[in-house]
């Protein structure tokens, strides 16, 4: 896999005159979206003005009306957008992967990895899939919802997860199966009671303490295999985890079953989408996908190195 300065360069050297192109796109876009806002506005206003009784289905029809023209508007731009600079992107990260902007991770290695509750509902896009270092990996965004139904009995959806979905596959299998999470008990209650309530978990297998005090802060660990689990977690691992949490602040979630690990990194954002009200410009957006990129492929090459673990099977 190439270096993120590698990448920059590539960046900057290969799509910056393509963006620059998408840059006049994205501004052209901006301004017929506002005009069209703008029209949308005053004639709701107007019919709202001399027809108060309607104003509940004024605001829903805004609502509706709003988000299908300009899911409509934008459209053909985040297209070409993601074919022609996340492709090319995605290549250069590394030959052997491929790109499928309307395609994601399937419902069953979602559900697979028990990260999460089943979801009623699962949509993404933007696919990523092939070889690295002879070890098979997907991922996309995904957004997966819960169905409910409110105090009145409507049906509503709640997010339970939305962010970038990784799964790669090993040649050999983990004995057990062994989950990181993000530590939010320890985190607001503190050691004690946190470190009760992670007990307390009856969804998830034995509570594994780790030796590593800032890990403990940030993430949970629970497995069917101890032993395994302090093997899969080695120092160098739990340090990359602190690392990348420290740096982008958005929660990591791990799983290790069978031959396969499921990472799931909350973004509450598709990740791969063109900005209509910045500028395209600003190379932070790319950035912030390579570097998440590189975690959990760095992940993925640190527990192929890690001899002491596989020794085991």
Do not use: C
């Amino acid at each position: 896999m190439k270096s993120i300065s590698f990448l920059t360069d590539f960046y900057y050297k290969n799509l910056f005159p393509t963006l620059e192109i998408l840059e006049k796109e994205r501004k052209q876009l901006r301004f017929r979206i506002i005009l069209f806002f703008i029209f949308l506005s005053i004639v709701s206003i107007f019919i709202a003005t001399i027809s108060q009784e309607f104003i509940n289905f004024v605001v829903f029809a805004y609502i509706a009306i709003a988000g299908i023209v300009y899911k409509f508007l934008i459209k053909d731009y985040t297209s070409d957008f993601k074919q022609k600079i996340i492709k090319p992107l995605v290549e250069a990260i590394d030959p052997n992967l491929t790109y499928s902007e309307s395609l994601h991770v399937e419902e069953e290695l979602f559900n697979n990895a028990d990260l999460f509750s089943t979801p009623n509902k699962l949509t993404g896009n933007d696919l990523v899939r092939g070889k690295i270092e002879d070890i098979d990996i997907e991922f996309s965004d995904i957004h997966a919802q819960k169905k409910h139904r409110n105090s009145k009995g409507h049906k509503n959806h709640t997010t339970i997860f939305k962010g970038l979905f990784i799964v790669s596959e090993f040649n050999k299998n983990f004995k057990g199966k062994t989950v990181v999470l993000p530590d939010t008990a320890q985190s607001t209650f503190g050691n004690i009671i946190g470190n009760w309530l992670q007990s307390k978990n009856m969804r998830r297998d034995e509570l594994v303490k780790m030796d590593n005090v800032e890990f403990e802060k940030e993430f949970v660990v629970y497995s069917d295999d101890q032993i395994e689990a302090r093997y899969i977690l080695s120092h160098s691992l739990m340090q990359k985890l602190l690392e990348y949490k420290e740096k982008s602040k958005h929660p990591i979630h791990i799983s290790f079953i069978g031959s396969k690990i499921h990472m799931a990194i909350e973004y509450n954002k598709d990740l791969f989408e063109p900005t209509i009200f910045s500028s395209l410009l600003d190379y932070k957006v790319a950035k912030e996908y390579v570097e998440t990129l590189h975690l959990a492929i760095g992940i993925v090459q640190e527990l192929k190195l890690n001899e002491k673990l596989w020794s085991k099977s």
